[in-house]
């Protein structure tokens, strides 16, 4: 199945922000309207009052001559008001009581309809003016009726408005900012412990079956932590009746395996068994073959992660580990004229003792299975930078590099290998390296004759 049409695991904190951030998010935006309204309805109205101001005070100006004619006398400081560049005449204009103008700027339209009230305000778009705001004001000069239209263009009032709003939204928006920053802080917080427990679980070996601490995990998940707790009791008690069963089979194979041989031995030098001479040497050469097979796949057994627990590991001396093995092999390899040494310096790791042994002894069985006689079996051991090493070189007909990642497989032979090996030495090595966390290398041995089995740990 394409991955990308797999369902995505559900983020915790995802859904979180989102049922946080979304509500949050439309509240803050409600805010926004609501405060753009709070201030520019107030700024509108202060504007209107100014024209009104501004319509009273041109009303006391007013003056009809003689001849009916209107005149205007305005301060300068009464144009700064209207916001009316200097030298520019203000926006205003005197209409009869029907809209016939009077004086001020013709542009100004008269009132449309009729005046209920003393001053009337609109916004209009005015030709050559732009988009103003108007108001007429309901005023008498020498007992004669008048309108007084006042007008202000509305970007006079925006410039005004302009910094007030602005301050007011950046406010807002950097509450935002801070409410969202407080959120994902929150959720990062709230999710620690969550976090560090996801983390611990996912820094522990396969082998370390310990329950979780309950202590340190939240009380929603608790239950989760109990079960995962139960979990790892099953688990451990299946590898504890593992590691009984193989240890019981073993015993159960050597045993009667041990016996049978030891009858063909007394058979094969009894002198009534000459007519039958070679079916019992090849028996007993088959029995003991079919117990190396057994004892092996046993170690295969009892070399797999389940079947090991964090309580197995103790600190092995490799130098020690050295020294015994060369001791068990030594007899082996002087029938062979085969000259076994040893280059081993003080270095210690972390693992299983018993598994180590076979470890070595596999890769020991190996360079003595397959060295000529007359040849050169070398072990060593000892540090490295961030770690250690254990080592077996020879010079025996060595093993091609295609066929260095297969050997490792269960049952597999290099063609041509001479002898009668299982296919199982490398393969149990390749298992106790993979549950020590250690790496394994196959190369050419010193000379580029041979093989060099390496096996380096972590310390």
């Not at 108001?135 to 408005?161: H, S």
């Not at 020690?320 to 082996?332: K, N, P, S, Y």
């Amino acid at each position: 199945m394409n991955r990308a049409s797999e369902p995505q695991p559900t983020s915790i904190a995802r859904r979180l922000l989102m049922l946080l951030l979304v509500p949050l998010g439309g509240l803050l935006l409600l805010a926004l309207l609501f405060d753009y309204l709070v201030v520019v309805g107030p700024l509108r109205a202060a504007f209107d009052r100014q024209l009104a101001d501004a319509a009273a005070v041109i009303a006391a100006r007013v003056r009809l001559g003689d001849d009916g004619r209107a005149t205007v006398s305005l301060p300068s400081a009464l144009l700064v008001q209207l916001g009316e560049e200097q030298g520019r005449a203000p926006l205003y204009a005197l209409r009869s009581d029907d809209g016939r103008w009077l004086a001020g700027d013709v542009r100004l339209p008269a009132l449309p309809g009729v005046a209920a009230a003393p001053i009337s305000y609109a916004t209009a778009q005015l030709a050559e003016i732009g988009m103003t705001r108007i108001a007429w004001y309901r005023m008498t000069a020498d007992g004669v009726p008048l309108m007084l239209v006042v007008a202000q263009r509305t970007e006079v009032r925006d410039a005004a408005a302009r910094p007030l709003i602005t301050a007011t939204l950046t406010l807002d928006v950097l509450q935002l900012v801070a409410v969202v920053a407080l959120v994902l802080i929150g959720v990062r917080r709230g999710l620690r412990p969550l976090l560090e427990f996801r983390d611990e679980i996912a820094a522990r070996e396969a082998r370390d079956l310990r329950p979780l601490d309950l202590d340190r995990v939240p009380s929603e998940v608790r239950p989760l932590v109990v079960s995962l707790n139960a979990l790892l009791d099953q688990v451990r008690a299946t590898s504890v009746a593992q590691q009984k069963f193989v240890a019981d089979a073993a015993h159960q194979l050597r045993t009667p395996l041990a016996g049978v041989q030891a009858q063909l031995e007394l058979l094969e030098r009894d002198v009534s068994a000459l007519p039958v001479q070679g079916q019992v040497v090849a028996v007993r050469e088959g029995l003991k073959r079919l117990a190396h097979t057994a004892n092996q796949l046993l170690t295969l057994a009892r070399a797999e992660g389940s079947a090991t627990l964090d309580r197995d590991f103790v600190d092995v001396d490799l130098a020690t580990l050295v020294e015994t093995a060369i001791g068990t092999q030594l007899d082996r390899a002087l029938a062979r004229r085969i000259d076994l040494g040893a280059e081993a310096a003080p270095a210690t790791v972390r693992g299983v003792q018993w598994l180590l042994s076979e470890l070595l002894a596999n890769l020991l069985d190996n360079a003595l299975r397959y060295v000529p006689e007359g040849g050169v079996v070398t072990l060593r051991c000892g540090t490295m930078p961030g770690g250690a090493f254990l080592e077996v070189d020879d010079d025996g007909p060595g093993i091609p590099p295609e066929q260095r990642s297969l050997v490792l497989q269960r049952f597999h032979r290099a063609p041509g290998t001479p002898g009668e090996g299982s296919g199982l030495g490398l393969a149990i090595v390749s298992d106790i390296v993979a549950l020590h966390l250690a790496r394994f290398e196959l190369a050419a041995g010193v000379g580029g004759r041979g093989t060099r089995a390496r096996v380096e740990f972590r310390v």
